[in-house]
């Protein structure tokens, strides 16, 4: 359009576009841009996140379009003298922004519309292409600016398809429509199909016919109107900077445990200003303990631009383990050390739960010492000890329990609340006796080795001359001797093969007498034993007995005897030798038995044995 400068400077306009969103007063990016926190299973927690765009929307593609009919002169020197502060303030806050130079007259002109200057990085080839521009031709106030934006819109330059794409565009006139045969409506459709926003600066009676009102809105971009000629390169940078862009998070990618949700779903801002959402993220109801991770991406217009938050979840849970110790049989008592574990950590922050023991067959005070308290890990810590004291004995029982509770946790959850404590009873199943008995009439005995049999315990007496009476039967005996001997001492002590009670007793004369009978013995010792030795099911205990009867006469005829049983028989009952009974876990070994009408003799008598209790009654002293 050809046309006299104005004389009038008109107020430059800048579209004002309303906004909820904050001043931005950070760099651009998402604020916090990494959330670490800790969750129980179920559990959920909002945080707030500040999108600060950009000032100028990111990488973006500029395309300078002019009107360069004859009445553009002032406003198209402007744009030329300020080139360099238009790219380099958009490169400032856009280090990948390129450029393009583009014009356009009328189609009364020799060439219409003409690419200057592709889009390049090259600052010193775009200030070459605006060099280009020279104010001359048009003829009428219609131009041929729809054809301009539609050929830029459809191939005419390349734009990067991750590009920010924008035509900034200043001229006086509208266009002819159609324009080079593209209408409004399909200028605006290509315009829209390519995401190009126009930012569109009149400079006289650019929007007379309301076109570039409808090319700015329908693209997103802005129109300031009354610019004047001198204004125009900071009008195109005001621009910019007005454009409106959407801010959407996406998920790009989430463990199942967790669901991070943001609202509102998308906003849109002017270009600098902050968008804020609240986030919601939740641990799922079943989530194993764990370290989880969500990353967002706030992106500007659909494109991913970098603005990357990613959210670390904690699920932690509580739980203590089951113990066994071994009850012990006397001294110190015994560490019962439970570990109570903070499962799917460390955790940043300090993590408490109470703790007491409970009684179940075993009961405090009389086999565990009671114990309460608070677990308290650190930041980092995992695993913490908590230890009751058992308390030892030597009675042979069954096993018996108590328990550790935890309760009141602070700062995760509970998932295995309650650690057993079995305590096991070492002591053996059962207990060894053994006594020795040199000599024994009508109960009245002479050198009884651990009279009280039970249990068996080292012993040993000896008598160097015993007479007894059973009414008209003496019993005349010289050095008699009698032991007992229990291996090992401390039946604390694991169980082993070789284990034994052991018995013994020895005369070395004897001579029985009544009416009409003389009996004379030799030498005469007997032995008995109970020993644990190895059998298929394990250790158990085997009795054994023996004796010997080194010569005998009776009435002074001598009868050879050994340790062969035998009975003989007499006038007054029988005389029985080297004679054994094993029952009821228990060995008896007599070298001599005189039994008569009015009394029973035994001489060098052993007993072995073992005897259950009331947790084992079959008794096994072999095992525990």
Not at 261 to 285: L, M, Q, R, W, Y
Not at 600 to 612: N, P, R, T
Request: charge should be negative; hydrophobic fraction near 40%; aromatic fraction near 4%.
């Amino acid at each position: 359009m050809s046309r006299r400068p104005l004389l009038v400077v008109l107020t430059a306009v800048t579209a004002m576009f309303a906004s909820t969103a904050v001043a931005a007063a950070a760099p651009p990016g998402v604020d916090p841009a990494t959330v670490d926190l800790t969750l129980d299973a179920g559990q959920s927690t909002t945080v707030t996140k500040n999108v600060t765009t950009s000032a100028v929307p990111p990488n973006p593609d500029l395309v300078l379009l002019a009107d360069t009919t004859g009445s553009m002169g002032g406003p198209i020197g402007n744009v030329r003298s300020n080139a360099s502060a238009i790219t380099g303030d958009v490169l400032a806050a856009q280090p990948t922004a390129q450029f393009g130079v583009a014009e356009y007259k009328d189609f009364t002109d020799s060439v219409p519309f003409k690419v200057n200057q592709g889009i390049t990085g090259d600052t010193t080839a775009v200030q070459a292409g605006i060099d280009q521009w020279a104010a001359a031709g048009g003829g009428d106030t219609p131009e041929a600016n729809l054809n301009a934006l539609y050929q830029l819109a459809t191939g005419a330059v390349a734009f990067r398809p991750d590009g920010t794409r924008i035509i900034a565009w200043f001229g006086d006139a509208p266009s002819h429509d159609p324009s080079g045969g593209h209408t409004l409506a399909q200028t605006i459709a290509a315009l829209q199909a390519a995401k190009i926003r126009v930012v569109a600066v009149n400079v006289g009676g650019l929007d007379a016919t309301g076109q570039a009102s409808a090319i700015t809105s329908a693209t997103g971009g802005v129109l300031l109107n009354n610019v004047p000629a001198g204004q125009v390169s900071q009008a195109i940078l005001d621009g910019i900077k007005s454009i409106e862009v959407t801010v959407t998070p996406k998920v790009t990618s989430c463990d199942p445990q967790l669901t991070v949700t943001n609202d509102p779903g998308s906003i849109k801002v002017t270009s600098g200003e902050v968008a804020t959402f609240t986030e919601t993220i939740t641990a799922a109801a079943g989530a194993a303990p764990g370290t989880y991770q969500c990353v967002v991406d706030y992106q500007i217009d659909g494109v991913s631009r970098g603005y990357i938050e990613t959210t670390t979840v904690r699920v932690l849970g509580l739980s203590i383990n089951d113990v066994t110790v071994n009850e012990g049989s006397g001294g110190a008592q015994v560490p019962a050390t439970f570990t109570v574990s903070l499962l799917g950590g460390p955790s940043p922050n300090p993590v408490t739960v109470q703790y007491a023991t409970a009684n179940g067959t075993a009961t405090a005070p009389a086999d565990y010492a009671a114990a309460s308290g608070t677990v308290t890990f650190a930041p980092g810590q995992t695993a913490k000890p908590v230890t009751v004291l058992v308390d030892p004995d030597t009675v042979d029982e069954q096993d018996e329990t108590f328990t550790v509770n935890l309760s009141a946790p602070s700062g995760a959850g509970l998932l295995d609340a309650t650690g057993v404590g079995t305590i096991v009873d070492d002591d053996r199943d059962g207990v060894f006796s053994c006594t020795g008995t040199a000599a024994n009439v009508l109960g009245v005995t002479a050198a009884q080795a651990n009279p009280a049999n039970l249990p068996c315990a080292d012993d040993s007496r000896t008598v160097a001359a015993a007479t007894l009476n059973a009414g008209l039967i003496k019993v005349e005996t010289k050095v008699l001797a009698a032991s007992t001997d229990l291996t090992p001492d401390d039946q604390s002590a694991a169980p082993a093969a070789g284990d034994r009670a052991l018995a013994s007793a020895k005369i070395d004369k004897t001579v029985i007498s009544t009416l009409g009978l003389t009996v004379e013995l030799g030498v005469i010792q007997s032995q008995a034993t109970a020993t644990c030795q190895s059998s298929p099911g394990g250790l158990a205990p085997v009795l054994a007995g023996s004796s010997n009867v080194a010569s005998l006469k009776i009435n002074g005829e001598s009868i050879t005897v050994g340790s062969a049983p035998m009975t003989i028989p007499l006038v007054i009952g029988s005389l029985k030798l080297n004679g054994q009974t094993v029952a009821n876990g228990v060995v008896t070994q007599q070298a001599v038995a005189l039994d008569t009408a009015l009394a029973k003799i035994v001489l060098a008598e052993s007993q072995a044995d073992v005897h259950g209790t009331s947790a084992h009654p079959a008794g096994n002293p072999c095992r525990r």
